[in-house]
């Protein structure tokens, strides 16, 4: 069965980094398009897809991260990285991966736990 597994997150103040790794088992890690995806905190928050690579490493990012999250892959590790650069306080959520398939069709019922990012001014 599909599983993946979020870690990295942490506390960190405005202006810092973090890197956060995703570990997948249980399908063709290769043939999917990855993403990074985010909660905020609080009730009936959606889960926000801010960065995607897809099979052949071609890289797209929502525009409230441009130019500060960058998103990789290791085909031979199966797993999604997500580094992030100048954090912000609104950064702050619990970070999920999942596959990103065209027209934001199916993806794995199964999601990780996440991983928490909080960002302190």
């Known amino acids: 069965q599909v599983q993946l597994v979020e870690s990295g997150g942490g506390f960190v103040q405005a202006g810092g980094s973090l890197r956060l790794s995703c570990a997948t088992s249980g399908f063709t890690f290769s043939l999917y398009a990855m993403g990074w995806y985010r909660q905020a905190p609080g009730n009936e928050r959606e889960r926000e897809l801010v960065a995607s690579v897809n099979t052949v490493d071609m890289t797209t990012y929502a525009d409230s991260v441009l130019d500060r999250f960058n998103i990789s892959r290791d085909n031979a590790k199966k797993t999604v990285t997500l580094q992030m650069y100048g954090l912000k306080p609104e950064d702050t959520a619990v970070y999920y991966c999942?596959?990103?398939?065209?027209?934001?069709?199916?993806?794995?019922?199964?999601w990780g736990q996440g991983t928490q990012v909080t960002v302190s001014s």
């Open positions: 999942n596959a990103d398939p065209p027209l934001g069709g199916w993806k794995f019922a199964s």
